[in-house]
């Protein structure tokens, strides 16, 4: 064998041994089945974020005049007007408490629907049924049943039990029920997917231990649970946070239902206050994401074990 066709072997045999090395971790010609993926995700979601965050640099001659601050004058304006800052916590008092009663209220629900038994699937339909209305059918269904000459006043009224119609929509109350209306079908799904991978096989067996329900659910259900309910409640969380038509349409946009997005949005289409509309966009990605921190952190005190459901 000459040295050529020597010399050649061994670059053939260390190509192929570098492929294996690569294939070994990942890195074959399948990755660029990703590059799709890849160009969607810089087009809708790194280049729109990037070039908002740059806006948020950019500041009006009139905010940097009236705040000072620089190329930050932005977010010294943000923090400094106290109109932009409350607007931070009417949000998040609408948002938490919507997802934390969605998620309490789809345990036992999603309890009592895990076992197979006639009409589950019709109950398991209705309780799913709002996910298909979207935000502006619900508040205006909302409108037509709890306004002020909706059906649920004109009904107490006509029974005498009214003198005066409730109050239920264009304030706090009516963004709040659109909000669990329309995030519920969510909490219910996501639960019920990871109590449906719960072995319940444990279930049966601490029962014959002589365990009563309560123990069951708090010793073996619940730590199972634990980790789905915490992604369940980031999910509502940031779907609630996000919340714009439900606080037009059935709250009070100027006062206790002005949340981020409103205000983003009269910055934007109001004032044409372009830089100013992407800084508070950005806020509220800050203010989400340090929320989701924090629920993550908690469960990774309080469970670090794996996922017992599906989900």
């Not at 066709?5 to 192929?16: D, I, L, M, N, S």
């Not at 997802?99 to 076992?115: C, D, R, T």
């Amino acid at each position: 064998m000459t040295a050529s066709a020597v010399g050649g072997t061994k670059q053939t045999r260390g190509t192929a041994s570098l492929r294996h090395r690569l294939a070994d971790r990942g890195i074959d010609s399948q990755l660029l089945l990703m590059v799709p993926a890849i160009v969607f995700i810089l087009a809708l979601f790194v280049y729109p974020f990037a070039y908002g965050f740059g806006l948020t640099l950019q500041p009006t001659e009139d905010t940097v005049d009236t705040w000072g601050g620089g190329i930050l004058a932005n977010y010294v304006r943000f923090f400094a007007d106290a109109f932009t800052v409350e607007s931070v916590w009417l949000t998040a008092r609408l948002a938490i408490p919507a997802a934390l009663f969605n998620v309490l209220v789809s345990i036992p629900l999603a309890i009592k629907l895990k076992p197979k038994f006639r009409g589950k699937q019709l109950i398991s339909t209705l309780l799913v049924l709002p996910i298909t209305l979207g935000t502006v059918l619900t508040a205006q269904g909302l409108l037509i049943f709890a306004g002020r000459q909706g059906w649920l006043n004109h009904t107490l009224m006509n029974l005498g039990i009214l003198d005066q119609p409730l109050t239920l929509v264009h304030n706090y109350i009516g963004v709040l029920l659109s909000l669990i209306i329309s995030g519920f079908p969510f909490a219910f799904l996501l639960i019920s997917s990871y109590l449906s991978g719960i072995d319940p096989s444990l279930d049966r067996a601490a029962r014959a231990l002589g365990a009563g329900w309560a123990q069951r659910f708090l010793r073996i259900t619940l730590p199972l649970l634990a980790p789905g309910l915490a992604t369940t409640f980031i999910l509502t969380f940031v779907l609630a946070f996000s919340v714009f038509p439900s606080a037009t349409l059935v709250g009070d946009p100027s006062g206790s239902t002005r949340v981020l997005a409103v205000v983003a949005y009269r910055f934007f289409g109001e004032q044409f206050d372009y830089p100013m509309a992407s800084t508070v966009a950005i806020m509220m990605g800050l203010a989400e994401l340090a929320v989701v921190a924090t629920v993550l952190l908690g469960r990774s005190f309080l469970y670090k074990g794996s996922t017992g459901g599906k989900g």
